[in-house]
């Protein structure tokens, strides 16, 4: 499932943006489908524009029926009613998502035999001081066992013994759910924590559910500015 909604708060229609011919969000549909690795693919969003977008380049889309404050809640509308055990949340503005990134996070629930696992998302390291500063990048800390912690917007952990070494890691906005985890999800009321950082997956992690990270390394990255989208165009035109 892909979650798209149009206004975006930094970047007020994004998804409809031209990126190598097609939109945003058409590009996204279009390699998320080609992963090959999923049942069935669909755009979920309350904007016609997208909705006739997605139609137009032969995608499949459904329309919410109610409001939602997130993506999540909006998939949880969208599956309630599909038979299935597994949901796949791929962000709209994540449009270079591949098998690289995708397969290891379905992975996680094969080898998952007891089911302690209620969801499993993506963490890539972060280098660079300005994207560990920047408040557009989700920051991530783990346990030994890779299961978060926590997530913030602010660069955590706080590096303040400088002998010892740190890594960060961005939060990459791509969800492996099991079903009934999303269903749950939209049933809870939104925490302080969530309201406080605008980071839905801190709702998990309040109310107890489990959120196994995998580590990758695919140099795939979402579009949260229009300095994304430039930096978007310029990646298109160097792997083509």
Do not use: W
């Not at 409001?67 to 969208?78: L, P």
């Amino acid at each position: 499932m892909i979650p798209a909604r149009l206004q975006a708060t930094r970047f007020p229609g994004k998804l409809l943006k031209n990126l190598g011919g097609m939109s945003v969000i058409a590009r996204t549909y279009k390699n998320t489908k080609a992963t090959g690795l999923f049942d069935d693919v669909i755009v979920v969003t309350d904007s016609e524009e997208i909705f006739k977008d997605i139609k137009d380049h032969g995608g499949k889309a459904m329309m919410s029926q109610k409001d939602h404050s997130c993506g999540s809640d909006r998939i949880a509308e969208a599956v309630e009613n599909i038979d299935t055990d597994i949901v796949v949340n791929v962000q709209g503005d994540e449009p270079f998502t591949d098998s690289k990134s995708l397969a290891p996070l379905l992975k996680v629930f094969e080898d998952d035999h007891d089911r302690k696992i209620d969801l499993a998302s993506l963490m890539t390291p972060l280098d660079d001081l300005v994207d560990i500063q920047n408040p557009n990048y989700v920051k991530v800390i783990v346990n030994i066992d890779n299961f978060a912690l926590y997530f913030s917007r602010s660069p955590i952990p706080y590096h303040r013994d400088k002998t010892y070494p740190v890594k960060y890691y961005r939060h990459k906005g791509i969800y492996a759910f099991r079903k009934q985890a999303i269903l749950d999800f939209s049933k809870m009321p939104m925490t302080p924590l969530e309201s406080a950082e605008q980071i839905e997956c801190i709702r998990f992690l309040e109310y107890g559910k489990t959120i196994k990270m995998v580590e990758t390394l695919e140099n795939s990255f979402g579009i949260d500015t229009p300095q994304d989208l430039v930096r978007a165009i310029d990646y298109l035109n160097q792997i083509k």
